[in-house]
């Protein structure tokens, strides 16, 4: 059952990353009235400072969706593992 919890968990780590992701872009896209700076379009001329600017608010919330994600997934293995215990 620990294997399904990691599983479950990874996979709303995926999806958290990916609303997360969309959320940024909106986010930018709103603020700037630019596309985000994703190298994707050579037509969109990007300034240094502005793909700076979105590498680091882009990682920013990777990495706490990535630790929510973590203290997410140990706190219900280690709920699981309580109740086991108690089985």
Not at 9 to 18: E, N, Q, V, Y
Not at 31 to 52: E, F, I, Q
């Amino acid at each position: 059952m620990n294997i399904i919890i990691k599983l479950l968990g990874t996979g709303i780590s995926l999806l958290a990353g990916f609303v997360g992701t969309k959320m940024v872009d909106t986010v930018w896209e709103k603020t700037t009235g630019n596309k985000p700076p994703k190298g994707h379009d050579d037509d969109v001329p990007t300034t240094l400072r502005s793909a700076l600017t979105f590498a680091l608010i882009s990682a920013s919330v990777s990495a706490v969706i990535q630790v929510l994600a973590n203290r997410g997934t140990q706190r219900a293995v280690t709920r699981f593992a309580k109740t086991q215990d108690l089985v």
